[in-house]
C-alpha cells in the first residue's frame, strides 16, 4: 500500500486518518491506517489543521457550539468583564451550560463592591487566511474520495498514481502554488435545528459531497456549521463553481440533485 499524498509505502502505517479533525466532532469519516502515512497524517495535523482549528472565528465556534477536541476539552475564549477587565472563559462538555471565568484579582473586587456584572463575550473572530482554508479542504477533498473508494483497491491505487490529482495532492502536502482560491457561502445558520421524527432535534456539524459540472470539474463541496466552502479539485481556480451556481439559482451541491430533500 502506498500512501495517498506522498506516495510512499505505508505498510508500516499505525494511524488511522480522519478526513475532518475529531477536533470537529468527526467519528464516522474515518480512513483506515496506511491510506495517509503517519508521516503525512502528524504533517497535516500540525501544519494544516492545527491552523485552521486554532484560528479565531474556528475557536469562537468551537467554544459556542461545545465542541470538545479528541481530548474532551472545549477551547477557552478571551471575554471582557466590564468595564474593562480582561477574562478567560472556560466551558466543559460535563455541564455546558455552566461558564467559568478566570479573571484578576481588581475584577473581583469590583464584583464585590458592585454585586453585579456584565460580560462580554465574542461572537466570531477573525478568519483563517484564505490559503489555510484552502489547504484545509484540498486534504479533505483527496481523502473523501479514498473514503469513496475503500471497497476497491484499484481505485485508491489510481486516485494514488493519477497525475492530475498531483497538484492539489503538492498544495496540500506543500502549499505550492501558493495561490489555489476557494469558494465560501453561508447557505443555512449556524445553529440550525432539524426536527427528528420523534419529536427531538439535531444540528448539522458538518457535511460534504462532490460536485461535477457539466464541463468536467470535479468540486469538493465542504460545509461547517452551515459555512458551504468549495474548491476545485482539478486546479486553482473557482469560476467553474460560480457559474454552477449562477445556472442553478445558487442552490448548493448539498441539497441539490441527488441529495434533494
Known amino acids: 500500500m502506498r500512501c495517498l499524498f506522498c506516495k510512499m509505502d ?38 494544516v489543521e492545527k491552523p485552521f482549528l486554532d484560528s479565531p472565528s474556528i475557536t469562537t465556534l468551537r467554544f459556542t457550539q461545545v465542541i470538545p477536541n479528541k481530548r474532551g476539552r472545549i477551547p477557552p475564549i478571551q471575554a471582557l468583564l466590564m468595564p474593562g477587565f480582561p477574562a478567560v472563559a472556560y466551558r466543559t462538555t460535563s455541564d455546558p451550560y455552566r461558564l467559568s471565568l478566570d479573571v484578576p484579582l481588581a475584577a473581583l ?3 464585590a463592591n458592585n454585586l453585579t456584572g456584565t460580560l462580554l463575550l ?3 473572530g477573525l478568519p483563517p487566511s484564505d490559503r489555510v482554508v484552502s489547504r484545509f479542504l484540498a486534504k479533505m477533498a483527496l481523502e473523501a474520495m479514498a473514503l469513496q473508494l475503500l ?11 493519477e ?13 505550492q502554488p501558493s495561490d489555489w482560491p476557494h469558494h465560501a457561502r453561508r447557505i443555512y445558520k449556524a445553529d440550525r ?18 460536485l461535477v459540472t457539466p464541463q468536467q470539474e470535479w468540486y469538493f463541496i465542504f460545509a461547517l456549521f452551515g459555512l458551504e466552502l468549495a474548491i476545485n479539485i482539478g486546479g486553482p481556480e473557482i469560476d467553474g463553481y460560480v ?6 439559482n ?12
Not at 488511522?16 to 474515518?30: A, F, G, M, R
Not at 497525475?163 to 502549499?175: S, T
Not at 435545528?193 to 462532490?210: K, P
Not at 457559474?243 to 442553478?248: I, M, V
Open 250 to 261: 445558487g442552490a448548493s451541491p448539498l441539497y441539490f440533485g441527488k441529495n434533494a430533500q
Open 109 to 111: 473586587d469590583h464584583i
Open 10 to 47: 505505508s505498510n508500516d502505517s499505525r494511524s488511522v486518518e480522519h478526513i475532518v479533525p475529531e477536533s470537529l466532532w468527526n467519528t464516522k469519516h474515518i480512513l483506515p491506517k496506511g491510506i495517509v502515512c503517519d508521516g503525512c497524517n502528524n504533517y497535516f495535523a500540525r501544519e
Open 151 to 161: 471497497e476497491h483497491p484499484e481505485g485508491l491505487a489510481y486516485l494514488v498514481e
Open 243 to 248: 457559474d454552477w451556481l449562477s445556472e442553478n
Open 193 to 210: 435545528e432539524l426536527a427528528t421524527l420523534d419529536g427531538g432535534s439535531y444540528q448539522t456539524v458538518h457535511e460534504f459531497d462532490f
Open 163 to 175: 497525475p492530475l490529482l498531483d497538484p492539489i495532492r503538492k498544495f496540500a502536502r506543500r502549499g
Open 122 to 124: 465574542p461572537t466570531t
